[in-house]
């Protein structure tokens, strides 16, 4: 029931989904009398689902402490069906807060996560980059970003598909002797771990768009700047080049000849091909849709959550968190001692 459109928007999308995941099962959760005649009219998305009733929505202005008292909204009826187990992973395009409070409270992190993040797909030079976190924690330790880095490793090997995903943190330089205490521990930490051969080091922000690394990590305060700011960067450029070629009979006729061009451009940064945020390190998955997206980017939504689901993105999580000596760490940021971890 969440998003602009909803829920027509999200059942259009689902008719897609089925096309592409034949053998999925979908617990379509929402008000019934509203969902049963749009699944009447899509032939596919009706096979694969199974309609859960809920009275209630979470609305997109509700505050998060308002949305926890909800038990019988669409979004709670859904998360509460991935925490006792019924499904695998939950796709919503509601209201952000509510939907990340509830899966942390809810769902809960999974064993040796302190901190879930939010992580996302984004375009770049050399293909798509996975960056994280994008405004889940505000302050993060250099525990949090190892952590982090770990869930970016497997998620671009689950979603992207990459064997060896290569991973940069990002500070103010590249140098070694760059930023704060905390980036540069963390920084320590992977050069001692199994990871190393995939860690680049440090990157800055033009290397997001550059395409340096597969993976980019950062706390969430940074992380949702970069994200907005690159968002806007975007916006900007498509506005500066609806203005260049309107502006005479001259330019009109340049766009004609530019339009297969741009159409290209246009299909290479389509949102709808990044759309579905993932909140990575719960017991279950957690994929948060744009809420005014359209049906192709719902089914997106629903690829990637099938990816993680299909790939045992939580299990590999485990077995790799498992490989880091997360306990020297501790032990370092208790005592102020930066100094280089032993290899574990």
Known sequence: MGGDNAPAMVVDGLE????????????????????????????????????????????????????????????????????????????????????????????????????????????????????????????????????????????????????????????????????????????????????APQFHGFVEGHDIAAGTTDVVVTDGFTGNVALKTGEGALKLIGELLRQVFNRNWASKLAY???????????????????????MVGLNGVVVKSHGGTDAQGFAHAVDVAMDMVVHRFNERIREDLARIRLDKLVAQEKNGDNSRLATA
């Open 256 to 278: 004609v000849l530019a339009r297969p061009g741009l159409d290209r451009l246009r299909e290479w940064l389509d949102p709808r091909r990044y759309n579905g945020a993932v």
């Open 16 to 195: 897609v989904a089925a096309e592409r995941h034949p053998g999925a099962r979908i617990l379509l959760v929402g008000n019934e009398a509203m969902i049963a005649p749009l699944l009447a009219r899509h032939r596919r998305a009706r096979a694969v689902c199974t309609v859960r009733h809920a009275p209630d929505v979470i609305g997109n202005d509700m505050k998060p402490t308002a949305a926890l008292r909800l038990r019988h909204a669409s979004m709670r009826v859904a998360i509460d069906a991935v925490a006792a187990g019924e499904a695998a992973g939950v796709v919503s395009a509601g209201n952000t807060g509510a939907l990340l409070a509830l899966a942390k409270i809810v769902i809960k992190a999974l064993p040796g996560i302190d901190r879930p993040a939010m992580a996302a797909i984004g375009p770049s030079a050399r293909g798509d980059v996975v960056m994280l976190d994008l405004g889940a924690n505000v302050h993060c330790d250099a525990r949090n970003l190892v952590q982090f880095a770990v869930m970016g490793d497997v998620f671009a090997r689950t979603v992207l598909g990459l064997t060896a995903p290569t991973i940069g943190l990002l500070n103010v330089g590249s140098e070694e002797l760059k930023g704060d205490d905390t980036v540069r521990l963390a920084a320590e930490v992977l050069r001692a771990s199994h990871l």
